[in-house]
């Protein structure tokens, strides 16, 4: 597994919110570049030997719809590479025959190696083909979805996926190049969207306009969504969930989930006024990375750490 390819953040503190148990059974949602994965493989190596138990004791499933993310596996008795979407969680569950698992893992940050790579299109820092999918089997790319999304729709991305307030004028400026020229670099893109951004916010806006086409190309809210009620199904009661998030979308829907059992935030009670929610917060507030993670990695900066219990 290359740690070249990502750096794991908040690497402790995540995994320990998974409460490793011997002979139990995981799931790491985001492979990336191997780094949680690798940490829950540890742990439970360690349970297993101080236990006095088999190797074979506990396993641990990894999903990443990447194929790039795939190279970075290491055979291990006690693990499995799933090459697929997480919003699949529970269908891959059901053809492994797992009927519960004591912890779902889910670092929802982009890895490194996407916005490294020159190729792909993640990143305002190279000239590239607007492709941004994770998957490269198929689907829509990004230039797909700026040259044919009709003008609303592209300012509804811009501006709940990537909160820009001036989401209208970015779609229509986008409409009138797109008459003339196709958008299909990144390089295209930045001479049409740079104007609206002022020198000093310029890279957090181009950040923000970026990641909400990267959302759109990508169904990562649609995906999110089918991933935190697979998790919640198929936990165990004590088993535990750990999700790190970057934004406030992500966030809230995590948030949402742990307190009141849905996506949505609504909060259901029972006959005698108690609220109905088959999780359990184990930190009220999100744990953040320290300052030195922080300066070290600065990808971790705006991460967000929430932990929860099935009850």
Known sequence: ?????????????????????????????????????????????????NAGGSNADGHLYSFDQDEDAERNVEPSSRFTFVRSNFRYLKNWMRYYEVDGVDGVLADLGVSSHHF????????FRYDAPLDMRMNKRGGQTAADVLNNYEERAL??????????????QIASAVVRYRAKAQINTTQDFLAVVQPFFKREREKKDMAKLFQALRIEVNHEMEALREMLMSAVEILKP????????????????????????????KRE???????????????????????DEQQSNPRSRSAKLRVAEKI
């Open 155 to 168: 300012a509804d991305i811009f501006y709940i996926y990537g909160e820009l307030s001036n989401a209208r």
């Open 269 to 291: 009670v029972d006959f005698f006024g108690k609220a109905e929610t088959p999780l359990r917060a184990i930190n009220n507030k999100p744990v953040v990375p320290s300052a």
């Open 238 to 265: 004590g088993g535990r969930l750990s999700v790190i998030t970057y934004h406030s979308l992500e966030d809230r829907m995590v948030k949402n989930i742990i307190k009141t059992g849905n996506i949505e935030g």
């Open 116 to 123: 490294d790579d020159e190729t792909r299109g993640f990143s």
């Open 1 to 49: 597994m290359n740690e070249v390819y990502h750096i794991p953040v908040l690497l402790k503190e995540s995994v320990d919110g998974l409460d490793i148990k011997q002979g139990g059974v995981y799931v790491d949602v985001t492979f990336g570049g191997g780094g949680h994965s690798r940490e829950i493989l540890r742990r439970l190596e360690e349970a297993a030997h």
